[in-house]
């Protein structure tokens, strides 16, 4: 198969994640009242997406048992190197394409990133709202209560930020952790207690497979305020630049260190030990 096919196919698996994220942020919003064809459609999208993966994995697994061409076509030897890491992995969000073979990786709709946090100080709302800048600036399509300028109402509005969101980060504090578990005053915090239940259902529906809601903190000892439904599963001090490359890495699904490729078995060389007697 010819590298266009092949990368059809990945055009086609991402097609497919699109989809399936699409259905599966439907199905936990619904939960039990879900429509069945949804239930139906997830499912056959995953066998669709397990077949395609297998058979790129069926081509790669033929490529290395091929026997190499007896003349070394120069051009094709430079493309190689040029190719040597790879076709990049497909985002989270599954908002990036491949463009022609031609040209150079391209960028569709940028990710939506939605950041849950809670109004503890005119400082701290100053800090999220940098942080949404910057996520801004580096290419999300961020969204916080601070930037919201439509008509909906508030339960609306942020029913449908979590449900539309590649990624989700939730700005641990002590008085988030509060909220969040529902033990402060009934009137106050009104928004994280909306949505703590709802990001509850999206983490319990898949099962607490957790690709999407990260917790982040400003503060080194906020990290104890971690929701026990977030702990065990990457978080992200942003306390510096370092911090943050940390956290664009995750959304871009960019990461530092790339796996190579398994390669053959070197020669190992054995020993006989002949018998004593």
Not at 38 to 46: L, P, T, Y
Request: charged letters at 30%; aromatic letters at 8%; a neutral charge.
């Amino acid at each position: 198969m010819s590298d266009s096919s092949r990368k059809a196919i990945e055009e086609l698996i991402g097609a497919h994640r699109r989809r399936l994220h699409e259905l599966e942020k439907r199905r936990a919003f619904q939960g039990i009242s879900v429509d069945p064809a949804v239930v139906i459609e997830i499912e056959m999208i995953n066998n669709k997406i397990f077949e395609l993966t297998n058979r790129i994995a069926e081509i790669e697994s033929g490529r290395k048992n091929r026997k190499p061409p007896a003349a070394v076509d120069e051009n094709a030897n430079l493309q190689s190197k040029v190719n040597i890491r790879g076709t990049p992995a497909v985002p989270p969000s599954s908002r990036y394409k491949q463009a022609d073979e031609t040209s150079m990786e391209v960028k569709s709709d940028p990710p939506i990133v939605f950041i849950s946090f809670s109004h503890d100080s005119d400082e701290h709302r100053m800090k999220v709202a940098g942080l949404g800048a910057s996520l801004i600036t580096s290419g999300c399509d961020c969204r916080i209560d601070l930037f919201k300028n439509t008509d909906e109402d508030w339960p609306t509005w942020m029913s449908n930020q979590l449900l539309s969101a590649d990624v989700l980060l939730c700005v641990t504090t002590e008085t988030y952790h509060k909220r969040f578990r529902g033990i402060e005053l009934a009137e106050v915090g009104k928004g994280v207690g909306y949505e703590a239940p709802l990001i509850r259902n999206l983490m319990f529906d898949n099962k607490f497979r957790n690709i999407r809601i990260f917790p982040v903190f400003f503060n080194p000892s906020d990290k104890k305020f971690i929701p026990l439904e977030l702990k065990g599963f990457d978080f992200f001090e942003l306390t510096g630049r370092a911090g943050y490359e940390r956290l664009l890495r995750k959304i871009f699904d960019r990461p530092e260190f790339v796996k190579p490729e398994i390669g053959d078995l070197p020669e190992l060389p054995r020993t006989d030990v002949p018998p004593m007697f």
